[in-house]
């Protein structure tokens, strides 16, 4: 059981690796082998696919959870804490009357 459970775990994150016309020629060859009919093939494709969108969202969320993580952790300011700041720095700026934008 243990097994099975990593396997389908590293054939995830693969999965989440691989590029979507890899992950769809992937599938096509399973299919191909398999003794599915043409209508399973098809679903079989098309939950491929849709497993690979999701894996692949959760792997972007994931990565951009961990670099934001890294950022704040080596204080580094980014894009959005940037234009933050020159916003503040503009209505400091009119409220002192200078006005220059």
């Not at 693969?14 to 009919?37: F, H, P, R, Y």
């Not at 994931?62 to 209505?91: A, P, Y």
């Amino acid at each position: 059981m243990i097994d099975l459970f990593k396997k389908t775990m590293v054939g995830g994150v693969g999965l989440a690796l691989m590029a979507k016309d890899e992950a769809e020629n992937m599938a096509q060859d399973w299919v191909s082998q398999s003794k599915m009919t043409e209508e399973e093939g098809k679903k079989f494709v098309e939950e491929i696919l849709t497993k690979y969108g999701e894996t692949q969202d959760k792997l972007e969320e994931r990565v951009g959870k961990s670099v934001k993580e890294f950022l704040k952790k080596v204080d580094v300011v980014t894009g959005e804490e940037f234009n933050k700041m020159k916003k503040e720095i503009r209505d400091i700026k009119k409220s002192l009357g200078s006005g220059k934008k």
